[in-house]
T-cell receptor, first 112, second 113 residues
Framework: QKEVEQNSGPLSVPEGAIASLNCTYS??????FFWYRQYSGKSPELIMS????GDKEDGRFTAQLNKASQYVSLLIRDSQPSDSATYLC????????????FGTGTSLTVIP | NAGVMQNPRHLVRRRGQEARLRCSPM?????VYWYRQLPEEGLKFMVY????????ESGMPKERFSAEFPKEGPSILRIQQVVRGDSAAYFC???????????FGPGTRLTVT
């Protein structure tokens, strides 16, 4: 079983819509959760971090964490074509040091 | 530029040569991580270092690969006797403290011919 699982997509949404990206993780001791955006040929860029249950909002982005169900999601409101990228979910477990486990990413395309 | 720096950005090596990848963390960061990304695959953790110490090298192949983060200078990932399967993008990330947000450098694209 993979530590972190994401639907690879591709996910297509029209411009201005809400894009919803989901991620599940296997280990309940996971402590910290992160969303990264990666454009083709570029390095991952940190979008959001979330450490406790509930929602965390930053501009057009909202991260949602549900530790009981072991999932974390990212909502992108008012999606723009520039949001088209691969979104990586990462999970950190304190008992394995500082190793981050990354999902394989969900490819998002925002259609103008 | 206060971000994570990596060099070279592109590196071409012939089979059997050595590849040396460098990473300078963000200013104030003392935690460095190396990842490998193959085409169409996710990021794979390789090694986690602090100054002069390897904290976790569980993701790094035991042969041909080594990493260091000396007291002075950048962190270095060294691959000896490269093979075609080593062709990948190698990313370095740094963080302020353990279990905290990691920031990535631009990566080194290694091609083994």
């Amino acid at each position: 079983q993979k530590e972190v699982e994401q639907n690879s997509g591709p996910l297509s949404v029209p411009e201005g819509a809400i894009a919803s990206l989901n991620c599940t993780y296997s280990d309940r001791v996971s402590q910290s959760f992160f969303w990264y955006r990666q454009y083709s040929g570029k390095s991952p860029e940190l979008i959001m971090s979330i450490y406790s249950n509930g929602d965390k909002e930053d501009g057009r982005f909202t991260a949602q964490l549900n530790k009981a169900s072991q999932y974390v999601s990212l909502l992108i409101r008012d999606s723009q074509p520039s949001d088209s990228a691969t979104y990586l979910c990462a999970v950190n477990k304190r008992d394995t040091g500082n190793q981050f486990y990354f999902g394989t990413g969900t490819s998002l395309t925002v259609i103008p | 530029n206060a971000g994570v720096m990596q060099n070279p950005r592109h590196l071409v090596r012939r089979r059997g040569q050595e590849a040396r990848l460098r990473c300078s963390p963000m200013k104030g960061h003392s935690h460095v991580y190396w990842y490998r990304q193959l085409p169409e695959e996710g990021l794979k953790f390789m090694v986690y270092l602090q100054k002069e110490n390897i904290i976790d090298e569980s993701g790094m192949p035991k042969e041909r690969f080594s990493a260091e983060f000396p007291k002075e200078g950048p962190s270095i990932l060294r691959i000896q006797q490269v093979v075609r399967g080593d062709s990948a993008a190698y990313f370095c990330a740094s963080s302020l403290t353990a279990n905290y947000e990691q920031y990535f450098g631009p990566g080194t694209r290694l091609t083994v011919t």
